[in-house]
């Protein structure tokens, strides 16, 4: 069974700095796209930020400018979200999202998961 964990939420102050952190526990074969999402409390979850296996990433217009910057660790299969001068707007509930395939069932199988989610909460 494939669990991502999520690490590195919590408070900060406007303008300040947090990394997000995420990886998948239990048996993998590859992991495609990964990705951050966020929503708040009424809202559809929306796209922060998502990496390719080889690099390639894109963001949302609301964390351009550098103010997100998503990266990947290939040889510890984890994701990173490093947030600066975050915003009290940027208060959400933060969660991973990766494409894995795995070797469960007939020929194996690829598909999403998600974390378990982190707060993260900006404070003006």
């Known amino acids: 069974q494939v669990h991502l964990v999520e690490s590195g939420g919590g408070l900060v102050q406007a303008g300040g700095s947090l990394r997000l952190s995420c990886a998948p526990s239990?048996?993998?074969?590859?992991?495609?796209?990964m990705g951050w999402y966020r929503q708040a409390p009424g809202n559809e979850r929306e796209l922060v930020a998502d990496i390719s296996s080889g690099g390639n990433t894109n963001y949302a217009d609301s964390v351009g400018g550098g103010r997100f910057t998503i990266c990947r660790d290939n040889a510890k299969n984890t994701v990173y979200l490093q947030m600066n001068n975050v915003k009290p707007e940027d208060t959400d509930v933060y969660y991973c999202?990766?494409?894995?395939?795995?070797?469960?069932?007939?020929?194996?199988?690829?598909?999403?998961?998600w974390g378990q989610g982190t707060q993260v909460t900006g404070l003006s």
């Open positions: 999202n990766a494409r894995i395939a795995t070797s469960d069932g007939v020929g194996g199988s690829i598909r999403d998961y």
């Open positions: 239990g048996s993998i074969l590859r992991i495609n796209e």
